[in-house]
C-alpha cells in the first residue's frame, strides 16, 4: 500500500517550457487535490477533483490545467511555464463523506528558470 | 484574502516546554478544524482535528482549544520534544465540502 505517490520528485524547467505532473493514489479515495507550498504563503490549492472524470478550481489555478481520466491518477499540467510556478507541489486524496483526512504526498520541487 | 491567520510563523521552546501555536478564521461555515505537521522533506499528515461542538481535543502531548465565538482554534504541544521539531500547519473547512485552507505555517524548533 504505497498510499500517495508523486512523480517526478524533482524538476528543473526553462521559462515557457511545459511539463506533467503525476500524482496517484492506492486507496480508493474519490477526492484528489494539488497544492502549492511557498515560504511564508502555507498550502494554497490549485485545483480538486471530486471524482473520476470531474475537475474543479481551487484558489490560485490560473497558469496550470488537470485531468482526472481514472480514480486513481491525477495530472498537473504547466503548458508555458514561468518563474513565479517554482514552488513545492504536493498533490493529496480524502475518502470523502465524513472521511475528510487529507493524504499527502511526499512532493515535487520545480524551479523555473 | 487570507480566511485562516496563523501566528507565530516560528517558534523556539526548550526541551519540555510548552508549544502554542494560535489560528484564527473569519468564515463562520468552517466546522471542521485540523491540524497537519510536517517534517523537512516531506508532506503534511493529519496530527488531530476538532469540531466546534466540543471546546477542546486532546490526543496525548497534542491539545486542540477551541474558542467558537472569538473564532479561534490553537494547538498546544506539550513537554515539547526535539522530534516535534516540524513545520504546522492549521486548516478550516466544511462539513461535506472536502476542501480545506490553511494557514501560513508555523516552523517549530524544539531545542534540547
Known amino acids: 500500500n504505497a498510499g500517495v505517490t508523486q512523480t517526478p520528485k524533482f524538476r528543473v524547467l526553462k521559462t515557457g517550457q511545459s511539463m506533467t505532473l503525476l500524482c496517484a493514489q492506492d486507496?480508493?479515495?474519490?477526492?484528489m487535490y494539488w497544492y502549492r507550498q511557498d515560504p511564508g504563503m502555507g498550502l494554497r490549492l490549485i485545483h480538486y477533483?471530486?471524482?473520476?472524470?470531474?475537475?474543479a478550481k481551487g484558489e490560485v489555478p490560473d497558469g496550470y490545467n488537470v485531468s482526472r481520466l481514472k480514480k486513481q491518477n491525477f495530472l498537473l499540467g504547466l503548458e508555458s511555464a514561468a518563474p513565479s510556478q517554482t514552488s513545492v507541489y504536493f498533490c493529496a486524496s480524502s475518502y470523502g463523506g465524513d472521511q475528510e483526512t487529507q493524504y499527502f504526498g511526499p512532493g515535487t520541487r520545480l524551479l523555473v528558470l | 484574502q487570507q480566511q485562516v491567520k496563523q501566528s507565530p510563523q516560528s517558534l523556539i521552546v526548550q526541551k519540555g516546554g510548552i508549544s502554542i501555536i494560535n489560528c484564527a478564521y473569519e468564515?463562520?461555515?468552517?466546522?471542521?478544524f485540523p491540524w497537519y505537521q510536517q517534517f523537512p522533506g516531506k508532506g503534511p499528515a493529519l496530527l488531530i482535528a476538532i469540531r466546534p461542538d466540543v471546546s477542546e481535543k486532546k490526543e496525548g502531548r497534542f491539545t486542540i482549544s477551541f474558542n467558537k465565538s472569538a473564532k479561534q482554534f490553537s494547538l498546544h504541544i506539550m513537554d515539547s520534544q526535539p522530534g516535534d521539531s516540524a513545520t504546522y500547519f492549521c486548516?478550516?473547512?466544511?462539513?461535506?465540502?472536502?476542501?480545506?485552507?490553511f494557514g501560513t505555517g508555523t516552523r517549530l524548533l524544539v531545542s534540547p
Open positions: 477533483s471530486v471524482g473520476e472524470g470531474t475537475t
Open positions: 486507496m480508493n479515495h474519490e477526492y
Open positions: 468564515n463562520t461555515a468552517f466546522d471542521y
Open positions: 486548516a478550516a473547512g466544511r462539513t461535506g465540502f472536502q476542501k480545506l485552507v
